[in-house]
């Protein structure tokens, strides 16, 4: 017998949800093999502007005509999270329960998804996440995914408590009342990791199956990630995490109840020593600062093993700079700009702050404040860090 969900008399009831952006060369074969296990597909087509919408119409039109599978069609693109987010309350709103959601670009086995079925019967309350680990047609992780992965797994384990080895997966299966209840603002990747961490947050499982790795050939399998913009939003996301799992632990209301100290120690002790933790968060705030906006994560990251330090909390440092921050940092970097620029040689003083003389002084004076900021940085933070750990030792 089908178990209901918790305070919903109804059994589980799941829907396809397949968002795609451009994927002319893949979406059919997707559609086709998700449409053998799953009655009910909802194709969200992104406001391609390659052959992608003339397949699904063709395919609608054609081989399955009259059968359930649903197009929703965006004039223009919105983004991986604004598509999903449409398909799941389509499929909501037409009685299902669940929404079993996956690329479009090859990249996901569409007879994976008879396992997440499975998993829907056995826990329909749960959040179920892939994680990529049965090679398929002998493919191999490349070691920049094993990289992201390991990363990501850290943070979601600080965030949550709970160990998933493969947050950025995008094969999953969605408790489509609950997570829509989540309030997720995203509307491109980052969607997809917010939903990850509101959800444990919330109370609700979160839970992966294994499923097949496999990456299609470049020539077929379209990627749409942008490796800054999209990885400043997500770094957002994680960011904001960080500092409410540290400050507010009484809002991680879903996981267990570490305070501020406790997150701090295990900042600390993954670092292995507090000298080492408070030079990888200077060194963070020290790039956050520096003006070179756009490029802080990438040259953190390739700094990192150089200078041996703590990459987690270097991370947390570099994101001194989020946006709502930002504007502040870049008024106060003009300001000593201006105080240091006049004292400099080989510096004309055009009697006229010019639009090349403001950019000296915000250069030079975002140098001398992140210099500033980072020293202070390590000295608040060292003490601190030490009393912590030495208060309450090691985890």
């Not at 389509?90 to 009685?95: E, H, I, K, S, Y």
């Not at 390991?150 to 943070?155: L, V």
């Not at 390739?302 to 008024?331: D, E, Q």
Request: charged share 20%; net charge positive; aromatic share 10%.
């Amino acid at each position: 017998m089908q178990q209901p969900i918790d305070g919903d008399c109804r059994v589980p009831r799941a829907a396809a949800v397949i968002p795609t952006y451009n994927n002319a060369a893949t979406v059919a074969e997707v559609v086709a093999g998700v449409r053998a296990v799953i009655a009910d597909v909802y194709v969200v087509n992104d406001g391609s502007i390659d052959g992608t919408a003339d397949t699904l119409r063709s395919m609608i039109a054609g081989p399955f005509s009259g059968s359930a599978v649903h197009l929703i069609e965006f004039p223009r693109n919105r983004g991986k999270g604004a598509a999903l987010k449409a398909g799941l309350e389509a499929a909501l709103a037409d009685g299902f329960t669940h929404a079993i959601t996956l690329d479009a670009d090859g990249q996901h086995r569409p007879e994976d998804a008879a396992l997440f079925l499975d998993k829907i019967q056995s826990d329909p309350s749960a959040l179920w996440i892939g994680e990529r680990v049965v090679p398929y047609k002998g493919s191999k992780q490349p070691l920049r995914c094993r990289a992201g992965r390991a990363f990501g797994a850290f943070w979601y384990r600080f965030f949550t408590d709970k160990n998933i080895r493969d947050t950025q997966c995008g094969f999953r299966a969605y408790p489509l009342r609950e997570t829509l209840g989540l309030g997720c603002a995203g509307e491109r990747f980052e969607f997809e990791q917010e939903a990850l961490i509101r959800a444990a947050w919330s109370g609700i499982p979160v839970k992966s199956i294994p499923i097949h790795l496999y990456y299609p050939l470049k020539a077929k399998a379209v990627s749409h990630f942008r490796p800054f913009k999209d990885f400043f939003r997500i770094a957002k996301v994680n960011s904001k995490a960080a500092l409410i799992k540290i400050f507010m632990p009484w809002r991680t209301v879903g996981v267990s109840g570490k305070g501020w100290r406790q997150n701090l120690l295990l900042l600390v002790s993954a670092a292995g020593s507090p000298a080492k933790a408070a030079r990888s968060l200077a060194m963070g705030v020290f790039m956050g600062i520096m003006p070179v906006y756009g490029f802080q994560v990438l040259l953190l990251a390739a700094l990192t093993p150089v200078m041996r330090l703590n990459w987690p909390l270097a991370f947390l440092g570099v994101n001194v700079s989020t946006v709502p921050v930002l504007p502040l940092i870049i008024a106060a970097a003009i300001a000593i700009g201006r105080v240091i620029v006049p004292l400099l040689p080989h510096v004309p003083d055009s009697g006229t702050h010019s639009l090349a003389r403001g950019g000296i002084e915000w250069f030079v004076g975002s140098i001398a404040l992140a210099l500033a900021a980072a020293a202070l940085t390590y000295a608040m933070s060292y003490p601190a860090f030490a009393v912590i750990r030495r208060k309450y030792g090691k985890i």
